[in-house]
C-alpha cells in the first residue's frame, strides 16, 4: 500500500499563513491552483504552494492527513468572495455582541466556511471572558456554529497588514510562514539604539527582521576586537571604545583622541584590560600565540591543598574486661596569669573509663582517637581516630 505522505501537497489559506499538509489523492497539482480541501471545520478554499512532488516526506510529523477533495472552480471562488464580503459586513454587529456579553478582547475578524455552516471570529487580547456567551448569541444571531479563537498581536498585524518602518510591506503579511524568536539580545547585539520606538514593529512587538542579520553579524564580530580591548596601529596603541561592524572598522582612543580605524589597519591586540567585560584575545592570535610572544603574562594557577595524613601505628586490640588506659597528661602552656584565679582551679582528676562487658565487645580491631589539644587531665574519648594534622 502507497503511503499517503508520498503523495502529499502544501496549501495556504491566507497569503502569509502558516503552510498545513494535506493529502493529494492523486491529484496532479501545480503552485498557485485553488483546491478545496476538508478540514475539522468543514471544507474550505485554500492555495497551493507546494507541489506533490516537491514535499520532504520525512519533515512531516502528522500521520493522518485531511485529503484535498477538488480543484475549485470559479463558482466556487464565487462563493467564497461572497461568504467573505458577508462576514465582512457583520463585524460590526458582531462586535456590539461581543460588548453585550462580556467578551474581553476585540473582534478583529470573522470567517465562514465553504459551506456557510460555520463562523470563526478571531479575537485578540489577553482575557478569556465571555467567549461562551458571545458564541451562543452570535450562532443565534446567524442561524450557525459560531466558535470564538484568540490571536496574538503579530497575528492581529498580519490580519490588518500594513507597511513597516522600512516602507515594505509587512513581512508578516507578505511571506513570513512563522513568527521567530526576538529578544532584546538581538538589539544589543547589532549596536542597535534601545529605543522602543525603532526597534518594534506596527504589532508592538520586537521587529522580526532582528533575527534575520543576527548569523552574519556573528560571523562579522569575530574578526572584530571587542570592547575595552587595546589594539596597535599604524598612528600608536589605542583602547576600542567603539565598533560599526557593517563599515568593518572600531573606533579607538589613541592618546585623549578618537580615531577610526579599519579592519586592515589593526594589528593585534597588544594587552588585554583586566576591567573590561568578555576580554578575550580576538580570533586572529591565540592566547597561547600572544604568551608566547610575551604579549601577555600566563595566569598562575592555584595550587590545589592537599590534605596532609599522619600515618598511624598499627595500636593492639583492647582485652576485653580490662580499663583503657589514660592518655598522660599534657602540660598547660605557661601565660602571664592564665589560669590565676579561676574558679574550680587546679589539677582535675580525670574520670576512669568504664569496663567494656564481654556482650558489648565489638568485632575487629579498635582504635583510641588521638589527644589533639584537649585541656590537661582529660581522658581519650570514644569514637573513630583523627587522622588529620
Avoid at 465582512?88 to 466556511?113: C, K, Q
Amino acid at each position: 500500500m502507497t503511503d499517503p505522505r508520498q503523495n502529499v501537497a502544501g496549501v495556504r489559506f491566507r497569503n502569509a499563513g502558516p503552510i498545513e499538509y494535506f493529502h493529494a489523492a492523486g491529484m496532479r497539482l501545480e503552485v498557485g491552483e485553488s483546491v478545496i480541501v476538508e478540514t475539522n471545520r468543514g471544507p474550505e478554499l485554500a492555495r497551493v504552494v507546494i507541489a506533490p512532488d516537491q514535499v520532504v516526506v520525512n519533515e512531516l510529523g502528522e500521520d493522518n492527513l485531511h485529503p484535498i477533495l477538488r480543484l475549485a472552480t470559479e463558482d466556487d471562488l464565487v462563493h467564497a468572495s461572497d461568504l467573505a464580503a458577508r462576514a465582512e459586513e457583520l463585524l460590526p454587529e458582531a462586535r456590539a455582541i461581543a460588548e453585550e456579553a462580556g467578551l474581553e478582547g476585540r473582534v478583529d475578524r470573522a470567517e465562514f466556511t465553504l459551506d456557510g455552516e460555520r463562523l470563526t471570529f478571531l479575537v485578540s487580547g489577553e482575557g478569556t471572558g465571555g467567549q461562551r456567551e458571545f458564541s451562543r448569541r452570535a450562532g443565534r444571531r446567524w442561524d450557525v456554529r459560531a466558535t470564538v479563537r484568540r490571536i496574538g498581536a503579530r497575528d492581529r498585524a498580519r490580519l490588518a497588514g500594513g507597511y513597516g518602518i522600512c516602507g515594505r510591506e509587512l513581512c508578516c503579511s507578505n511571506w513570513l510562514a512563522t513568527f521567530p524568536s526576538v529578544s532584546i539580545r538581538l538589539a544589543k547585539d547589532q549596536e542597535l539604539p534601545l529605543n522602543p520606538e525603532k526597534i518594534s514593529g506596527l504589532c508592538g512587538r520586537l521587529l522580526c527582521c532582528l533575527s534575520y542579520e543576527e548569523e552574519g553579524y556573528k560571523e562579522m564580530k569575530k574578526t572584530l576586537p571587542r570592547m575595552g580591548q587595546r589594539c596597535s596601529t599604524p598612528t600608536g596603541e589605542g583602547k576600542v571604545v567603539g565598533i560599526n561592524v557593517l563599515r568593518r572598522q572600531v573606533t579607538l582612543n589613541v592618546g585623549g583622541q578618537r580615531i577610526e580605524v579599519g579592519e586592515r589597519d589593526l594589528g593585534l591586540v597588544v594587552r588585554w584590560d583586566p576591567s573590561a567585560r568578555n576580554a578575550e584575545p580576538p580570533p586572529s592570535i591565540t592566547r597561547e600565540e600572544a604568551i608566547a610572544q610575551g604579549l601577555i603574562e600566563p595566569e598562575e594557577e592555584p595550587e590545589p591543598e592537599l590534605e596532609v595524613v599522619a600515618a598511624m601505628p598499627e595500636a593492639a586490640p583492647i582485652e576485653l574486661g580490662r580499663e583503657s588506659r589514660e592518655a598522660p597528661p599534657r602540660e598547660r602552656p605557661r601565660g602571664r596569669g592564665r589560669g590565676r584565679g579561676r574558679r574550680g582551679g587546679g589539677n582535675r582528676q580525670s574520670s576512669p573509663q568504664p569496663q567494656q562487658q564481654s556482650g558489648d565487645a565489638p568485632r575487629g580491631r579498635v582504635f583510641r582517637r588521638s589527644s589533639g589539644n584537649r585541656p590537661a587531665g582529660e581522658g581519650p574519648r570514644d569514637g573513630p581516630p583523627s587522622c588529620l594534622l
